[in-house]
Structure formats: C-alpha cells, structure tokens
C-alpha cells in the first residue's frame, strides 16, 4: 500500500526549497541570506580607506564583495558615547561628485534589495555590523555612491562616499566557507 500524502509532501518539501525571487535574479534567497550571514561573521576589514567619523559616531566601509551579479556592502557602525543612537533610516544613492552654482542636482536612489541585521539601535560604547545587498551596478568618473545613516531625531548623521574605482575592486566570493 502507498501513502499518497506522504509522498506528495516529501516531493514538495523536495522542490520547495528552489523558490526564486525576482529581485535576486538567478540567486536562491537561502544562498543569498548565507552569504550575508558568513560576510558579517568573516568580520574582515579589506577596505581602509572609507569611513565617516563624528560626533562619537564612526560609521565604516569594512568592504565591498560581488556575487552572481549583485553587491554585498558590510559595513560598522560604532558609537563611542554614552548616547544610544538611534538609527531613522539609511540611504544609498548616487550622486554628482561636483556641484556648480545653478546646476541642477541628478541624484538616482538605490534600494537595497536584502538587509542582515536590520539596524535600529546602538547603544553607548558599543559597535553594529551590518551587510546590504544591492544589485550589480556601476558609476560614472563625476559621479559616486552616497551611503548615509541618519539618526532619528537627532543631527548626528554620517555619510560614506564610494566611488568607481572601488566598485570595480570588489572581491569576487568564491572561497567562502558557506556553514549550512
């Protein structure tokens, strides 16, 4: 005698792990939420030379990883006061590198298509990882990528400028060691 039930639930527990997302293209949402989790663990620091320091508040670019078409952004967050900072909302747009008297202003907005460890609050004297991920994209030699955190209600924002030549030097993940 066969259970049918059982063997339909078996084949679609089977198949029910290959759900694609559009906005993830060719990527399946678990391999992308792994590589988010293992970037943010890896805890390592390829780019040196981008971060935003004020207030008490350093706000670092830790580095810049592409996957599959998309871009991995692992940034920290730290906060040298006693003040927990409370994080509003974090914008990632692209941007005139230069701005003249009486130009108009072209600012083109970039979603984040997943967030690991959506950001809310850092308290005094503690820091915060977090990885973004964006879809593949590259910019123009006068313009750059904004990416600003600002504090809810509050002025202490904080403001990270990426530019081509470090998009074009994104570490390609291939070596990770994944842990399912």
């Not at 390592?44 to 008490?56: E, N, T």
């Not at 970039?110 to 994209?137: S, W």
Request: aromatic share 10%.
């Amino acid at each position: 005698s066969y259970d049918l039930l059982t063997m339909q639930k078996t084949v679609d527990k089977a198949s029910g792990n290959d759900v694609l997302f559009e906005d993830l293209g060719n990527n399946s949402p678990s391999l992308a939420g792994l590589l988010l989790e293992t970037i943010c663990k890896n805890d390592k620091r390829i780019v040196k030379h981008i971060g935003a320091k004020s207030f008490g508040i350093q706000f670092i670019l830790k580095g810049i990883y592409i996957h599959n078409g998309k871009y991995y952004f692992h940034t920290e967050l730290a906060n040298r006061t006693n003040v927990p900072f409370q994080i509003d909302f974090i914008n990632f747009k692209i941007v005139d590198k230069r701005i003249a008297k009486r130009t108009v202003i072209q600012e083109r907005p970039m979603i984040p298509l997943r967030t690991y460890k959506a950001l809310g609050e850092i308290g005094g004297k503690t820091a915060q990882q977090n990885v973004f991920l964006l879809d593949q994209f590259t910019i123009a030699d006068d313009k750059m990528l904004l990416i600003e955190i600002f504090e809810k209600n509050g002025g202490r924002y904080q403001t990270l400028q990426v530019e081509n030549s470090d998009l074009i030097k994104a570490r390609l993940i291939t070596d990770m060691h994944l842990k399912f």
